[in-house]
């Protein structure tokens, strides 16, 4: 894969690394944008159905409905990203998702909302995010060279990160204060400004698709490149499971949990910032170390994703749940630069957004029954011993995946030599692009 084009001379390169473009500096003030809006509306979505009547039952269904759209499109939206410009794909999510968070929120501060009308409105936008985050993805990895690829990945997750502490906290704020209509507002707002400051990224230096058979003949490209590849199906099957009962826990029993033993939203949107700080000293430290085992450092790094469900069982006071997710924040942040260092060394550039289809699809397949079943199993074995059976399932399916050899071998290979740059004028073009994308 050829490096990102040379950056021009000049002040703004000079305020910048020298791997951080201008497309990465868009893609990742936009991602801040998106982040402040949606870790608060995750939860004004949860409380907003209480308010209405519903039940545990009914939170669960409604955060179905957001992930079950991922289930059905995120592999044709892989292989439209890998066969459209990316940025267009995604502008055009962050458009539905603008819509469907906009209606809901007026749907919520116009008063009595039908529990079918916010599973709608919530299957909407995550409609959107099916065909976004395989486009998102593609753009980040094709955009880093080799040599950068670990800092880059882990200052883009800092700052994504860093929005989600401050969105998550001032959500659950806002949500005692004024209700979880308007946090759905500003959700809605903020895909509005982060579409539009994706509508001026730069695809130039992404190479011409080469024609191929149609959207079937791709999908089956990456499918190809997904089955063949053990520590990818492996890892992926195993966050089918753990995604699930992370999802359920979090989604679910966690607001349930904080009206009846925390105090109310307030508390909860804490303990969620707080798994947010974790994931910026985990990126911290990934920009610094480079372990050499790049998966079996970041699968040991998966089993504290049990600490949080623990937590909420027994359950501990606000502070214990507080420290539980900031260390389960920081271990998953290691995974997630590992994993991301992974892909971009093994995965052709072409065929990006497509692997990052089935990954994701696998990764969230077993969320919409996971969060739909967590009222019932609530009410089949009460919620202690539903949350730790979540706990349970984490570290059962991280083990097994240690027995996978390429999981346990993968090693980080060294950079490619780079390939001569070509002569840059001493003075910065007004017309010059040049791009180094972020998600």
């Known amino acids: 894969m050829s490096s990102p084009p040379a950056l021009p001379s000049g002040a703004s390169a000079r305020r910048r690394p020298a791997w951080a473009g201008r497309n990465y ?46 289930v059905l499109f995120l592999l044709v939206g892989g292989a439209l990203a890998d066969r459209l410009p990316r940025h267009r794909v ?33 299957a909407l936008c995550g409609t959107g995010t099916a065909f976004f985050n ?26 994504v990160n860093g929005a989600g502490i401050g969105g998550a906290a001032l959500g659950g704020a806002m949500i005692a204060a004024i209700g979880p209509g308007w946090v759905l507002a500003v959700d809605a707002l903020a895909f ?14 992404v190479a011409d698709r080469a024609p191929g058979g149609g959207l079937l003949a791709d999908l089956r490209e990456g499918w190809v490149e997904f089955k063949t590849r053990p520590w990818l199906w492996s890892i992926v099957l195993q966050f089918s499971v753990v995604v699930a009962v992370v999802g359920a ?46 998966l079996l450092v970041g699968t040991l790094c998966v089993f504290p994703l049990a600490l949080p469900s623990a937590g909420l069982a027994v359950p501990l006071p606000v502070w214990g749940l507080c420290a539980v997710m900031f260390v389960s924040g920081a271990a998953i942040e290691v995974f997630g630069v590992n994993w991301m260092t992974t ?30 079943l967590a009222g019932p199993a609530e009410s089949a074995f009460g919620r ?5 059976g ?45 791009s180094t994308a972020g998600v």
């Open 343 to 372: 892909m971009h060394q093994e995965i052709p550039e072409e065929k990006f957004s497509r692997v990052s289809a089935y990954d994701w699809f696998g990764s969230v397949s077993m969320l919409p029954l996971a969060t739909a």
């Open 192 to 205: 509005a400004g982060a579409g539009a400051l994706r509508a001026f990224l730069d695809v130039s230096h």
């Open 134 to 159: 395989p486009a998102a993805e593609g753009m980040l990895l094709s955009s880093v060279s080799g040599e950068h690829a670990n800092r880059a990945f882990a200052l883009f997750r800092m700052a």
């Open 390 to 434: 979540c706990a349970a399932l984490v570290v059962i399916g991280t083990a097994a995946v240690l027995f996978v050899p390429d999981v346990r071998n993968m090693t980080r290979r060294p950079a490619p030599p780079k390939s001569p740059e070509p002569l840059i004028p001493s003075a910065p073009d007004p017309a010059d692009r040049s």
């Open 249 to 294: 826990a979090e989604a679910v029993y966690g607001p349930l949990v904080a009206r009846d033993r925390l105090g109310g939203p307030a508390p909860w949107g804490v303990a969620l910032a707080l798994f947010g700080v974790g994931t910026i000293a985990g990126a911290v430290l990934m920009m610094v170390w480079k372990p050499r085992r790049l």
């Open 384 to 388: 202690t011993s539903a949350l730790w």
């Open 25 to 70: 500096t868009l893609l990742t003030g936009a991602a801040v944008v998106t982040n402040l809006g949606s870790h608060g509306a995750l939860i004004a979505a949860a409380f907003a159905v209480l308010e209405a009547g519903g039940s545990g039952g009914d939170v669960g269904l409604v955060a179905a409905a957001r992930t079950l759209p991922l």
């Open 90 to 122: 995604m502008v055009a999510a962050n458009a539905l998702n603008c819509v469907s968070q906009g209606a809901f929120a007026v749907l919520v501060l116009a008063g009595d909302p039908q529990l079918w009308q916010m599973m709608l409105l919530t």
